[in-house]
């Protein structure tokens, strides 16, 4: 009896020793995010004499006022939230297409495709050939660089072929007998079934679109064209915080506001949207996930 009792004893250390790690890696993750956005809040000028740490000292909004009444900003989240929307659902529709086929295993040439869609995942041409490719084909300072490269992924095809392999194949016998042909079952029957693995898919692209700077650096030159992560990367590695030059809209001066402040004002406002989404989404996330990768 003592020894369960002392066996008890310390899985319960073992678990409060546990809580407190973890806590204590929530606050160094949680701790930069809460900085920025009480910085963001609080007034330029007062922000420059440190000493701010848990909450704004001098409340002040006019860092996000600077932001939304600065047009190329509005612009470059505009291009972001028409880049996700679009990317995202092409994407998932795309690739849900091409996991289909491919969980059929009479397909010809199936095992074929899918050694070379697996090379692909651990090799690839490199960023000069890439880029040449992107050049040649006309991508270059277009919208639609940000959506055709990305509307395949072989690894979310393997997600989606395992999901699909799983789904009762008499609901397909069935509608072939009624004169439903393979587009009309993918559309009517299998996506309605699959909408787990889609909101997981969704959740992959719409994160990745949201976040990407990458693409606008390399592939935009056109100002009117960048994302607003591509926005602020330039705005950061333009200059040091002290000495950088934001140009400010229309009434609002250099005295009540700091390139500090408005970069992240700017990092808040871009980081929000997809925080507010995440929490709809993470319940089909861990579904569509467990289903993808236990049952293939």
């Not at 612009?75 to 529709?93: D, E, K, P, Q, Y």
């Not at 000495?243 to 700091?258: D, F, H, M, N």
Request: charged share 10%; net charge positive; aromatic share 14%.
């Amino acid at each position: 009896m003592a020894g369960k009792m002392k066996k008890l004893g310390s899985a319960t250390t073992a678990d409060y020793i546990l809580t407190v790690l973890m806590l204590v890696l929530c606050f160094i993750t949680l701790y930069p995010v809460w900085y920025t956005v009480v910085i963001s809040f609080n007034d330029s000028s007062d922000a420059l004499r440190g000493g701010i740490k848990w909450f704004p000292r001098k409340f002040s909004l006019e860092s996000y006022r600077t932001v939304f009444l600065d047009k190329s900003i509005i612009n470059a989240f505009t291009v972001t939230v028409l880049r996700t929307v679009i990317g995202t659902v092409a994407s998932v529709f795309f690739t849900g297409m091409v996991g289909y086929a491919f969980s059929k295993k009479h397909i010809m040439g199936n095992k074929f495709y899918t050694i070379l869609g697996t090379i692909t995942m651990f090799f690839n041409g490199g960023l000069i050939p890439y880029f040449i490719l992107i050049k040649n084909i006309g991508l270059y300072d277009s919208f639609w660089v940000y959506i055709i490269p990305g509307l395949f992924s072989f690894y979310n095809m393997i997600i989606f072929m395992s999901f699909f392999r799983e789904l009762p194949p008499g609901l397909e016998e069935s509608a072939k007998l009624d004169g439903a042909n393979d587009m009309v079952i993918f559309i009517r029957i299998v996506i309605p079934l699959s909408m787990p693995v889609m909101a997981t898919i969704a959740l992959f692209n719409g994160v990745g679109h949201w976040n990407d700077y990458f693409t606008g650096v390399m592939y935009i030159n056109k100002s009117s064209l960048q994302p607003i992560q591509t926005f602020l990367y330039r705005i950061v590695a333009s200059a040091s915080a002290s000495r950088a030059v934001v140009a400010l809209p229309a009434g609002i001066s250099a005295q009540q506001v700091s390139s500090s402040s408005v970069r992240l004002a700017t990092m808040v406002v871009t980081t929000a949207p997809i925080i507010c989404v995440y929490p709809f989404m993470q319940k089909y996330f861990v579904k569509g996930m467990m289903i993808g990768s236990i049952k293939g």
